[in-house]
């Protein structure tokens, strides 16, 4: 089944984009917005939107864990994994 409305654009968005930083920062600024949305969730006692929300930010900071070159960057990487991984517990 081929994905409609904001999905398919975000796939495009995301096919058509070759900058590694600018996805990164794509990711960042969802993860942003995601914890807004939580937030905001919690504010309301929303389970649902609160759920769906820290749901959709844990699986960012996953994908930004698991895309760390754990080869190239050294003990400036580790660090970043570990705040990671702290975040995710905090969640």
Not at 7 to 36: C, P, W
């Amino acid at each position: 089944m081929a994905p409609t409305g904001y999905a398919a654009y975000n796939q495009a968005v995301v096919h058509t984009t070759d900058n590694k930083e600018r996805i990164l920062l794509m990711l960042y600024d969802g993860a942003v917005r995601f914890v807004s949305f939580a937030r905001s969730g919690i504010e309301k006692k929303n389970v649902k939107i609160k759920g769906e929300n820290i749901s959709k930010v844990m699986a960012i900071i996953t994908e930004l864990d698991c895309a760390l070159d754990r080869e190239m960057g050294g003990e400036l990487v580790e660090n970043l994994s570990n705040h990671l991984k702290e975040f995710l517990l905090m969640l």
